[in-house]
């Protein structure tokens, strides 16, 4: 039997009620003749209530006692899945990670999964089970203690069943309906795809875009399996929602698929540097060892010997990078002052049509510079382009680039 | 290093502050000497929910997902045990039953532990861990799917492991500060006793009284397990609660220990049924196909060749009794009526002194008779006397009852 993945996150399965119309929607795919692997997440709040009574409880927790307690929303999910199948006279059971096993590594609440022994579940398949439920996010390290995967975690798990199980495809069921060219709530010209390649679905989500967890993108890219996001809350045909595949399988697309924004930016400046060789890597090497994720860099022209080093970063970690830059204030870096900008934000265009199509950077600097929108700092890849600018214009920039770049039309 | 078995209960572990005084008494316990292991049940509230899920999702459950859902309970509170213990500086980790394992028959939902292998929790404690918090009430089946031990399970799990461990002690915390001579709420002058003999506990708790799960006391007599139980909202010395233990270690005891009642009894009586040999055994053998638990049983004295058969059963399974008994009216039970009554209840005097003194049944009828009570049917045990009399009499039998016997007065 060909074996379909099918995930299903917390508002999917938030009570009794949704867990019914989820289970309908597996017993539809059943009919059609598949072997199911569901991976279901945690009723959604419950991991939450479990998260906040362990950080009440020690602040500085052992991972591998938040692994424990936090990965039993899942488990109750799983139960309760499995016999609202059976009431369907659908015949499932429930996994937990270490029943399958999952195998991960001993990283705990950020765990990696290693290998997803297919046996076990096989051989229910084999003697009639139509559906297994699993318990998402979590797994069993080395030394036999749970792990888990860090949140959302249960993307990647799902993804990681579709590799290990060979399935034809790995369905996310989710509150959206697929993916978007932006984000609906500030552009409403915004259109669902119905196919995006994973090149730009990893930069969408590594960009800010929640539909999918990025690591579960990298996983679904690197082992070429089929992803489809798609809403548990319609009824849904075997086209609904968006493919996220192999950029050959997408025949016409437009130069640019989307346009991303995240407002959790902040700029920091190092004015007056002295510009010599290894003075970026005396900072950035701080900043890493102090666990700061740097993400854009521009250092300016010099002049007479010194120069301006500016770089964005997570708003949530500046406080952790002035104190880094301060210790090297007066050793190693002699600079003069430190600039923290809080009210910027990134917006982003990306598209692999980028690869081929020269001049998407250039019409991208036009637009914002007809709206009156200055450029701070601009980053580059294949197939993106990203510029920081004040946030008050996050949304005009939003619309002014879907627009210019008519996403609203299908290529 | 001596083992000490600590065992606490919904009600003692319901909330973080709870929990944090409990890792208080264990912390007392480890500054003396002893490796711990503590046994948790869920927070009070958390496991009803959890089977108010199943039940609603599905009235006829698979037993084994059941028990899937249900055990998440405990895992939760035996994570949070372990790290409020650590946040203490008391070297600590989390055991769920299949970590353990505590290996079980595949009976779920009412599985009897089978064996636990001390191996892995010795190895941490040689490693220098000081507490071993294990989740309660659950288990592995060979098959390696989770099983629980049915409600009040976790104190048959304390049990199990004070006998797996040699433990010096197994010390169940609860909400009340030890075992009484009758329920203090319908009686003032209950007095609660420093030692009672197994055999009386498990009468008691077989009787309703709600300390102790049967099973446990059962298990902990014939593995000679010392059972204290005492309360986990007082500072508590070690001569606290009430000690379970072997009669020989009981110097001084009145005759009667306690008296105990149970309100959810019923009466039925089959009239004029032919007495002809086999007649009880087509009775009760129906009956106990139809899943009814028969308490006492009077077979009147024959005239002219039919007799009255009455019993006790419990009060929710008198349905199941009368759609029994009437199944076989017509065929071989010829019977004129069956009457049943809801209004009675059980009152029982337990001791083992009845078994060295003569006379205690003839002066708990005389009490009863000089109250004015009728009593319906009696049953007697070695070391216990029941009688069923109307439910209206049953505060009055059991003050009357621990006046006559003197049991405010310790022996």
Same mark, same amino acid.
């Given at each position: 039997?060909?074996?379909?993945?099918?995930?299903?996150?917390?508002?999917?399965?938030?009570?009794?009620?949704?867990?019914?119309?989820?289970?309908?929607?597996?017993?539809?795919?059943?009919?059609? @003749?598949?072997?199911?692997?569901?991976?279901?997440?945690?009723?959604? @709040?419950?991991?939450?209530?479990?998260? @906040?009574?362990?950080?009440?409880?020690?602040?500085?927790?052992?991972?591998?006692?938040?692994?424990?307690?936090?990965?039993?929303?899942?488990?109750?999910?799983?139960?309760?899945?499995?016999?609202?199948?059976?009431? %369907?006279?659908?015949?499932?059971?429930?996994?937990? @990670?270490?029943?399958?096993?999952?195998?991960?590594?001993?990283?705990?609440?950020?765990?990696?999964?290693?290998?997803?022994?297919?046996?076990?579940?096989?051989?229910?398949? $084999?003697?009639?089970?139509?559906?297994?439920?699993?318990?998402?996010?979590?797994?069993?390290?080395?030394?036999?203690?749970?792990?888990?995967?860090?949140?959302?975690?249960? $993307?990647?798990?799902?993804?990681?069943?579709?590799?290990?199980?060979? =399935?034809?495809?790995?369905?996310? &069921?989710?509150?959206? $309906?697929?993916?978007?060219?932006?984000?609906?709530?500030?552009?409403?010209?915004?259109?669902?795809?119905?196919?995006?390649?994973?090149?730009?679905?990893?930069?969408?989500?590594?960009?800010? =875009?929640?539909?999918?967890?990025?690591?579960?993108?990298? +996983?679904? %890219?690197?082992?070429?399996?089929?992803?489809?996001?798609?809403?548990?809350?319609?009824?849904?045909? $075997?086209?609904?929602?968006?493919?996220?595949?192999?950029?050959?399988?997408?025949?016409?697309?437009?130069?640019?698929?989307?346009?991303? &924004?995240?407002?959790?930016?902040?700029?920091?400046?190092?004015?007056?540097?002295?510009?010599?060789?290894?003075? =970026?890597?005396?900072?950035?090497?701080?900043?890493?060892?102090?666990?700061?994720?740097?993400?854009?860099?521009?250092?300016?022209?010099?002049?007479?010997?010194?120069?301006?080093?500016?770089?964005?970063?997570?708003?949530?970690?500046?406080?952790?990078?002035?104190? =880094? %830059?301060?210790?090297?204030?007066?050793?190693?870096?002699? &600079?003069?002052?430190?600039?923290?900008?809080?009210?910027?934000?990134?917006?982003?265009?990306?598209?692999?049509?980028?690869?081929?199509?020269?001049?998407?950077?250039?019409?991208?600097?036009?637009?914002?510079?007809?709206?009156?929108?200055?450029?701070?700092?601009?980053?580059?890849?294949?197939?993106?382009?990203?510029? +920081?600018?004040?946030?008050?214009?996050?949304?005009?920039?939003?619309?002014?680039?879907?627009?210019?770049?008519?996403?609203?039309?299908?290529?």
């Amino acid at each position: 039997m060909p074996v379909l993945v099918m995930k299903f996150g917390g508002t999917s399965v938030a009570n009794l009620d949704r867990i019914k119309r989820a289970a309908k929607r597996i017993g539809v795919e059943v009919a059609k @003749g598949y072997d199911v692997i569901v991976i279901v997440s945690a009723m959604s @709040g419950k991991t939450n209530e479990l998260v @906040g009574w362990v950080n009440e409880t020690s602040p500085l927790f052992d991972a591998r006692e938040y692994d424990a307690v936090v990965s039993s929303g899942e488990n109750v999910t799983a139960g309760l899945m499995a016999l609202t199948l059976q009431e %369907m006279n659908v015949p499932a059971r429930s996994w937990q @990670g270490w029943q399958v096993p999952v195998m991960t590594t001993s990283a705990h609440s950020q765990a990696r999964i290693e290998d997803i022994p297919p046996a076990n579940i096989m051989a229910k398949f $084999d003697e009639g089970m139509k559906v297994a439920v699993v318990a998402g996010f979590q797994g069993i390290s080395p030394e036999g203690r749970i792990t888990t995967l860090g949140r959302g975690g249960s $993307d990647t798990t799902a993804v990681a069943f579709a590799a290990a199980f060979g =399935a034809e495809r790995c369905d996310i &069921y989710t509150d959206v $309906d697929g993916v978007y060219t932006t984000d609906p709530r500030i552009c409403e010209k915004a259109r669902k795809l119905d196919k995006i390649a994973f090149e730009e679905m990893l930069e969408l989500a590594s960009l800010g =875009a929640k539909v999918l967890q990025t690591r579960s993108v990298e +996983l679904a %890219m690197r082992y070429k399996v089929k992803l489809r996001v798609l809403s548990s809350f319609e009824e849904q045909s $075997d086209e609904a929602g968006t493919l996220v595949c192999d950029e050959e399988e997408i025949m016409e697309s437009n130069v640019v698929s989307g346009v991303a &924004y995240s407002r959790d930016e902040a700029k920091m400046t190092l004015v007056s540097v002295a510009d010599r060789p290894g003075i =970026a890597s005396i900072i950035f090497g701080k900043l890493s060892d102090a666990g700061v994720n740097v993400d854009m860099i521009v250092q300016n022209i010099s002049d007479e010997g010194r120069t301006d080093m500016t770089f964005s970063l997570p708003t949530d970690q500046v406080g952790r990078a002035e104190k =880094a %830059m301060n210790e090297i204030k007066g050793q190693e870096l002699n &600079y003069e002052e430190l600039v923290t900008d809080l009210d910027v934000c990134k917006v982003s265009v990306v598209g692999i049509g980028m690869r081929s199509q020269s001049g998407v950077a250039a019409k991208m600097f036009k637009v914002l510079s007809d709206e009156g929108i200055n450029i701070k700092v601009i980053t580059t890849s294949e197939i993106k382009i990203s510029v +920081l600018v004040d946030r008050k214009y996050m949304e005009l920039a939003v619309q002014a680039l879907h627009d210019a770049f008519e996403l609203e039309k299908a290529a």
